[in-house]
């Protein structure tokens, strides 16, 4: 007997699991498809680098998170009516917004550096008792652009990548609290995505998603 519910859920279809976060320079050429982020081939022969799902060259990951990895989209719309009907005749957006947020779970300097906008991270190895690492942050006039990259596997083991073509930081409240109970310290950071103009079809200036996928799977 045929099914009325038109229902097609395999692990295509089905989403849920954690995502891994990436990030490269805005000069980094702009990604179009999967292996322009990592690798998906294992290396001949197989101890040389990089191994299969490394970061290409440019890019780094941003490691650990909590919360799971949020990617937003959002419009402002004008509406229009006339005299003679009760309701709106149509409406047009006016503004479009993205944003992708999480917590980093990696309290490193690399880590601070991005979501709080830090300086650049330098040694110094005059200390008596070792070297030591410096940081600062302060009140930046600006953001620092950069490309992103959400990568999320299926248990068939297939990809799919979200490849933000220009984020920088958003405002976003954030603390490091040391204290003797509770959660590891993780920030908050979220980014902006940017519509990037050299992208000719206006349907795709924030991002594209490239799926790996079998047919019929």
Known sequence: MADINRTFVNDRSFIRGAARLLLAPYAQTRPTQISDVITLVDPT???V???KYDAQTGWVDLGATKTGIQITINNVEETFDIDQQLGDIASQPTNWEC??????AEMTLERLQVAWEGS???TDA???????????FGNPTAYTQRRLAVIFQRPNGKIRAYLFHKVQRTPQESSVTHTKTGEQISVPIRFKVLADTT???????????????????
């Open 45 to 47: 022969p197989p101890a």
């Open 49 to 51: 680098t990089p191994l």
């Open 99 to 104: 944003s992708v947020g999480t917590q980093l």
């Open 120 to 122: 650049a991270i330098t």
């Open 126 to 136: 005059t200390p008596s008792t070792g070297s030591e690492e410096e940081i600062g």
């Open 199 to 217: 992208v000719a079809d206006p349907l795709k200036r924030f991002f594209i998603i490239r799926d790996q996928h079998l047919a019929g799977t």
